[in-house]
């Protein structure tokens, strides 16, 4: 996956130059670096980049270049990649299950920060990791509505053994932290006041002071027309309910976002291979692609349509089911999509806000999948305010 040295500047820019029979992703670091500081100049606390979201040199290196000074790494991979790129950068080790060769590449790498949500792997990080000046998260989990799906299901220990952890790391002499994830793509800001009125409960019934609350991921990015995220509303309701629910006690908060701040900062453009009978779109990107994780989290509907020379298709939309290019019959959208009507085969589809796991986790399946990434002034479509 190669990125070009031209900057384009906007997506249909490119297509008026070009007619790729491979899908396309348009990268953009002016728009990377302003999510990043909406979220050091909104956020009441640090902020720390999900590596995992869109582990590429170039957002990492961008997300520096705009003052990002952390990162939520999750494999020896990401810690050697931050190490790196970024030497002076704090790197929470926040994958709760680590093996011990795994812990003891982290110790090595100067890490200093880990996530634990049960008895077995404390006592392993007890066992392997020099406890002062090291801080140890524990990461507890509530039932929560609001989300794409719950993070709950894998990670996170029940408030009652939050306590028992709590209690324990501190008797093993480390910093004692609490940490949680509310849901991926989670739309409303009452599950983050769940969170932290339960945390300030947890510190209270163990007499312990919490060092740092980290709020998690889960901020949204902007994947539906209709859905807006309300993301400076978010942070204000988690300053808020923290003074709130700690009073005096107040720790110092921490976030771990990726998607919300590296996917608007990312377009696709597919192809149309065929439309069929005027009712499926086969497309040459699916779920083994750049689109993998839209089966888990749902569609985007932010699309735009061009024919030749970038024309854009302005008629009325027609829903269509959406296939990708594998022989796989899972290989689909898990929803219609509103499409022009009088979109044609050979026109180009643009995804817009896909910045979040989609380098990462694409896939050659069945011979597909060969993306080439280009950089992008705007991801805005000039010729869409021409026709509005």
């Not at 312990?208 to 400076?232: A, E």
């Not at 694409?362 to 991801?379: C, D, H, Y």
Request: with cysteine; hydrophobic share 45%.
């Amino acid at each position: 996956m190669g990125l070009s040295n031209n900057i384009w500047a906007s997506p249909a820019d490119y297509l008026r130059n070009h007619a790729p029979e491979h899908p396309v992703l348009f990268f953009s670091p002016e728009i990377l670096q302003a999510n990043a500081h909406r979220f050091l100049s909104g956020f009441p606390g640090f902020v720390t980049y999900a590596v995992k979201a869109n582990p590429d040199e170039a957002v990492l290196q961008n997300l520096v270049n705009a003052g990002i000074c952390g990162f939520d790494v999750a494999s020896p991979v990401e810690i050697d990649t931050i190490a790196r790129l970024a030497p002076h950068a704090a790197m929470h080790y926040n994958n709760p299950v680590r093996s011990r060769s795994e812990i003891k590449h982290a110790v090595k790498a100067g890490v200093k920060s880990y996530s634990v949500d049960s008895r077995s792997e404390l006592e392993k990080l007890g066992e392997l990791v020099p406890s002062e000046g090291v801080e140890i998260a524990v990461r507890f989990k509530l039932p929560v509505d609001g989300a794409a799906y719950n993070f709950g299901a894998k990670f996170g220990a029940t408030v009652d053994l939050a306590r028992d952890l709590v209690m324990r790391a501190q008797a093993l002499g480390f910093t004692v932290s609490l940490t949680f994830h509310p849901g991926t793509q989670c739309t409303d800001p009452a599950a983050w006041a769940s969170y932290i009125h339960a945390a300030a409960g947890i510190g209270r019934d163990t007499g312990v002071r919490i060092n740092r609350l980290n709020v998690g991921g889960g901020f949204p990015s902007h994947r539906l027309n209709d859905v807006i995220p309300q993301l400076d509303a978010t942070f204000a309701l988690i300053d808020r309910v923290t003074d709130e629910a700690f009073g005096a006690d107040r720790p110092a908060l921490v976030c771990e976002p990726g998607r919300a701040l590296v996917a608007e900062s990312y377009a696709l453009a597919t192809r149309v291979r065929a439309i069929r009978d005027d009712a499926h779109v086969f497309i040459n990107d699916g779920i083994y692609g750049a689109l993998s994780e839209l089966h888990l989290v749902g569609v985007i509907d932010r699309i735009d349509a061009f024919g030749p020379e970038a024309q854009l298709r302005t008629g009325d939309p027609v829903l269509r089911t959406v296939f990708g290019p594998t022989c796989d019959s899972t290989d689909k959208l898990p929803s219609e999509i509103g499409f022009p009507c009088d979109m044609q085969e050979e026109d180009h589809v643009i995804f817009y806000g896909v910045g979040a796991y989609s380098v990462a986790t694409a896939t050659r399946f069945n011979g597909f999948g060969n993306l080439t990434v280009e950089i992008v002034q705007s991801q805005t479509c000039a010729l869409r305010a021409l026709a509005a």
